[in-house]
């Protein structure tokens, strides 16, 4: 069986421990292991106790069935074929042969998550959940058998949900970092981690899973930045303006910055709405293509580019790829700091939404201090400029209240 040949390969740590927990918190690292544990753990549990009911709970209903059940290291992976009786893609739904329901349920609709009874749940990048009330659903239905628990496999962002679980004395907490699995994984990848994250803050999160908390001198915290994330239960205005904005790395090798590129939106309702961040290491001639791509995937008003360093050559690279393009220029005049004050001002005003996590750009956002952030905001930047060309009124940052 499957089951018996992951018992050989698995490290200690990726093992179900024993004990009187309710939650098995398994915080960690990019490439630990984490979705092949929690597939592995309600797999052999299914397995063994014919006719459970088992919960699957993701950021959205796609991580639950691309990642989770059908994914590389997911729960189909860990059981064998003729086990099972039927997967059910479309409603996300998987029945073996011993009569074991396992269902997968999407954060965002916390209200599914009333009525169903559980034996067990495996709930995937809590940090990412976009609702944390689906976390009290779950367990006001994790209540079938004589004991009912739950694991939670996530990167540790530090949301007062995990921060909570963590102190919890009915939790375990298994922590563990990405080199701890190097041997499972590509050379070429390692690396790859190593230079994005190595020596920075934000490797401490994704590389080695520690919780960060929020950065002294900051303009943004992880509240503010939460309150930004938009509900399942408002209601999207129709969008007056979008921009694309691009802050436009200098060089282009493998060690240059990313190019940010942060769609941005003015609502109806006087807010401004980030849309999508499509951020990457481009050559020249590719973070124009993406441009022009978002640019008509969302159907923008206008493209804008910091030209401090590129000048003229920024437009020449996009209107290569598209003359039709309505484009603009900005220019730093002040400091990243000073430019993103009235920014972080929106968003203490809860004028500012996001229409999904956007990790990285949120990470950026939580650990920008100029005295203290290795590299470049390029993320950051880019917002700052969509979200300034939205909200100028004669040339300034209408961001005061009055």
């Known amino acids: 069986m499957k089951h018996l040949n992951w018992c050989k390969i698995a490290r200690q740590k990726q093992i179900t421990p024993k004990g009187d927990w309710n939650v098995w918190l398994i915080l960690a690292g990019r490439g630990w292991g984490k979705t092949r544990t929690g597939a592995q753990d309600i797999a052999f549990y299914g397995l063994t106790r014919p006719h459970s009911r088992i919960a699957i709970v993701t950021p959205t209903f796609g991580d639950g069935r691309d990642t989770c059940v059908e994914g590389v290291s997911g729960l189909l992976g860990c059981i064998d074929r003729e086990l099972i009786e039927n997967w059910n893609r479309s409603i996300g739904e998987l029945v073996l042969k011993n009569g074991t329901v396992y269902k997968t349920f999407s954060a965002e609709q916390p209200d599914r998550l009333r009525g169903p009874q559980f034996h067990r749940a495996w709930c995937d990048e809590l940090g990412s959940w976009k609702n944390a009330e689906a976390w009290d659903q779950l367990l006001f239905g994790l209540r079938l058998g004589d004991k009912p628990q739950v694991v939670i496999t996530t ?45 920075t803050r934000l490797g401490r999160q994704e590389l080695f899973a520690e919780i960060l908390e929020d950065v002294e001198g900051a303009l943004w915290n992880r509240n503010m930045i939460s309150k930004a994330l938009i509900k399942t239960t408002d209601i999207i205005p129709n969008f007056t303006r979008t921009v694309v904005a691009i802050d436009p790395a200098v060089t282009s090798n493998k060690h240059s910055d990313e190019t940010g590129i942060v769609v941005c939106a003015k609502g109806s309702d006087d807010k401004f709405y980030v849309l999508d ?25 206008k493209i804008i580019a910091e030209v401090n360093n590129g000048g003229d050559l920024v437009e020449r690279v996009i209107r290569t790829v598209d003359n039709n393009i309505s484009y603009g220029s900005v220019r730093a005049t002040k400091g990243k700091y000073l430019r993103a004050e009235p920014i972080s001002a929106l968003y203490e005003q809860n004028r500012v939404k996001h229409l999904k996590p956007f990790q990285f750009l949120e990470d950026q956002m939580a650990n920008y201090n100029p005295t203290t952030f290795a590299g470049s905001p390029d993320r950051l930047d880019a917002l700052v400029w969509g979200i300034t060309e939205l909200s100028q009124r004669t040339g300034k940052v209408n961001w005061r209240i009055s």
């Open 155 to 199: 990167t540790p962002k530090p949301t007062d949900l995990i921060k909570e679980l963590v102190i919890n004395k009915d939790s375990l907490v298994t922590r563990g970092s990405t080199f701890e699995n190097k041997d499972n994984l590509a050379e070429s990848a390692v690396k790859k981690l190593k230079e994005k994250y190595e020596g």
């Open 277 to 301: 961040d499509v951020t990457g290491r481009y050559t020249p001639d590719q973070w124009a293509k993406m441009a022009v791509e978002t640019y008509y995937k969302y159907d923008a008003d």
